[in-house]
């Protein structure tokens, strides 16, 4: 049996120039043979909704489903990096792949799993991210290992607890993961 795993890009990864080039390589030398599920935050396209939020005071839910909604521009820019993997960007074909466990590079739009449908499972506010949006498509397609890949400083052994402390995931993450093996990796900067 294949084994299957989901990793979230972080958004800020969007903002390092070399990052797309580093993130192939590592998938090709780290997780050939698997099934991963691919999922990008929203980084500096997120961020300035919220930033427009501290200003304007929008309404929660709809500043939520508007940065759940420009997630698909991150899946559409990193289709662009991985041009061979197959994007899953509706629900038929999720639901095609749900059942699916060959190997291969599959990347994930947002519109694909999460919907307004689904708004009693996540909170629909600040406290949920795309790393919490993450942990719900790992549990939708039945798999409990879940990468994080973070531009940030990862401290060692480091619990969800305590990530959501230090603002390395959202503060619903560790309700979100629940069952889940997470594990965080650190994409640094190179000089």
Not at 37 to 46: A, E, Q, S, T
Not at 126 to 142: E, G, V
Request: hydrophobic content about 45%.
């Amino acid at each position: 049996m294949t084994e299957r795993l989901v990793i979230k890009v972080g958004g800020s990864l969007l903002e390092l120039k070399e990052s797309a080039a580093r993130l192939q390589q590592m998938l090709e030398n780290d997780f050939q043979g698997k099934q991963v599920n691919l999922i990008f935050g929203g980084g500096p396209v997120i961020e300035a909704l919220r930033e427009l939020d501290l200003i304007h005071h929008f309404d929660s839910e709809m500043m939520h489903w508007w940065c759940v909604d420009l997630l698909h521009l991150t899946f559409e820019m990193a289709s662009q990096w991985f041009p061979n993997a197959i994007g899953i960007e509706n629900a038929d074909a999720f639901e095609r792949h749900r059942h699916h466990d060959a190997p291969g590079f599959f990347l994930f739009s947002t519109r694909a799993f999460y919907t307004r449908s689904d708004q009693d499972t996540l909170p629909c506010d600040w406290t949920t991210t795309s790393d919490s949006i993450a942990a719900f498509l790992a549990k939708r397609l039945n798999i409990n290992h879940l990468i994080l890949l973070k531009a940030c400083h990862v401290p060692d052994h480091l619990n969800v607890h305590d990530a959501a402390s230090l603002g390395i995931v959202d503060e619903f993450f560790s309700q979100a993961s629940l069952g889940l093996r997470v594990q965080f990796l650190q994409m640094q900067k190179t000089m």
